[in-house]
């Protein structure tokens, strides 16, 4: 996928430049050729002679460049993809703004080809409306987000905020060089838990984050697919995403089974309710009155209303199981699926709430792969581009 191709590599200055110096390795090493781009204060953190050293040319830091009277246009025109890695808040609110005030983002703003942004700052920023606001609109530009992790950041600092790993960046960049597989087609994705309402206050409900149900969707929509998003949480901005925000199971189902129908693809990756209260109250429960019976009943299973479509999408279910996969490998054949992801949601690392997943893809015919602890966007793309190969190659149309 990277052989061959150009890569401007643009560093701007917060301490994980450091790790730009491994994805040059890496991205080298996948056959790609690298220049780079680095900011002054980028430079407080990595030389620009260990660039050099890594990439064998000497990375470029100003717009007024001796040997190129315009270096941003003829580096923007020579990239087949550019990667900011690290990218600041200060770049980011740049690249959203057009502004082009520096090496890296007036090469950015002259680009044409697909930009991967890595993400790079303590978490305060990261959580600031001005810093989401800009990601939303680099989103909505088109420009692929990959990152923010939760781990160490500098000053000894832990949280929100942290660059993901060079490996994690080089699945990006490949991502957004090649992985159209899924142009043109119509694919459904829930994510997040349901909640079943008790009163009008209370419900039951479960930990799901939704960030893997997130995941699935914008690996889909980066490989050319025009997802719907039906979910119980926040979702991600992205182009060829549509949203239908929803509740409880019931309207989870009526979404599910509105949207599905003539899709693609449909990957249910929401943490559903099997059982819903029957008479949710009217008014608030009150501790006076003392505990309440509350009767439960079956909410709608939605798979099984997928899976009896007919000419139904290609079905892929998650399972959250607690140790072994066994029972997600009867899971596979009982529930009519195309694939199963079963995730062992007591291990560390992984199922609710956090950033890594580690999962295990199940056939109905009882085959399973196991995958080893990676990000959720990881397995996000890696799956999409499992559904792809394995739904092309069923000749399904
Ligand atoms: O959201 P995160 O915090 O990132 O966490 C991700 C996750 C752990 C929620 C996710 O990876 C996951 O495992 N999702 C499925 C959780 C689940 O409900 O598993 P299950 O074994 O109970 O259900 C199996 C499948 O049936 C799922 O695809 C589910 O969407 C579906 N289902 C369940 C109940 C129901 N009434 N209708 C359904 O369609």
Redesign the pocket.
Same mark, same amino acid.
Do not use: C, H
């Given at each position: 996928m990277l052989a061959g191709r150009h890569v401007v590599l643009a560093v701007s200055g917060g301490v994980a430049a450091f790790k730009a110096a491994y994805l040059a390795r890496r991205l080298l090493e996948a056959g790609a050729e690298v220049r780079a781009v680095m900011t002054h204060s980028s430079q407080n953190f990595l030389g620009a002679q260990s660039m050099a050293a890594i990439t064998g040319i000497e990375p470029i830091s100003d717009l007024f460049h001796q040997a190129d009277v315009s270096p941003h246009t003829s580096l923007a025109r020579w990239a087949d993809v550019i990667v900011v890695a690290p990218a600041t808040a200060a770049t980011m609110a740049r690249m959203a703004n057009g502004l082009s005030e520096d090496i890296v983002s007036a090469t950015v703003l002259a680009a044409t080809c697909p930009v991967v942004v890595a993400p790079a700052m303590h978490t305060e920023m990261w959580e600031h409306p001005a810093t989401q606001r800009n990601v939303e609109t680099l989103r909505a530009d088109g420009y692929v987000i990959v990152g923010p992790t939760s781990g160490a950041l500098a000053g000894g600092d832990v949280g929100e905020g942290r660059m993901v790993e060079p490996e994690d960046i080089v699945t990006a960049i490949s991502g957004a060089l090649g992985d159209r597989s899924m142009a043109g087609w119509r694919v459904v994705v829930?994510?997040? /838990?349901t909640r079943e309402a008790i009163d009008p206050v209370r419900y039951i409900g479960n930990?799901?984050?939704? &960030?893997?149900?997130n995941a699935v969707a914008i690996a889909a929509a980066d490989a050319g697919a025009a997802v719907t998003l039906v979910t119980t949480v926040a979702a991600p901005k992205h182009p060829s995403i549509e949203v239908i925000e929803v509740e409880s199971?019931q309207e989870m189902?009526d979404a599910v089974w509105k949207t599905a129908a003539g899709a693609d693809v449909a990957v249910?990756?929401?943490?559903?309710?099997?059982f819903r209260p029957a008479d949710p109250a009217v008014g608030k429960l009150r501790r006076a009155e003392g505990p309440p019976q509350v009767n439960l009943e079956p909410?709608?299973?939605?798979?099984?209303g997928v899976s009896a479509m007919e000419d139904r999408p290609y079905l892929v /279910?998650?399972?959250?199981?607690v140790g072994s996969v066994d029972a997600a490998v009867a899971?596979a054949t009982r &529930?009519g699926l195309d694939l199963l992801?079963a995730?062992d949601?007591a291990r560390p690392g992984s199922?609710?709430?956090?950033e890594t997943?580690e999962?295990t893809i199940v056939t109905p015919g009882g085959d399973t792969e196991a995958w080893e602890l990676l990000s959720?966007a990881e397995v996000g793309r890696r799956l999409i581009a499992e559904i792809a190969k394995r739904r092309n190659e069923a000749g399904r149309t």
């Open positions: 829930s994510a997040g /838990g930990r799901s984050s939704g &960030k893997m149900g199971a189902a249910l990756a929401a943490a559903v309710a099997d909410t709608p299973d939605i798979l099984a /279910g998650f399972a959250a199981e899971k &529930k992801v995730n949601v199922g609710f709430g956090t997943n999962v959720k």
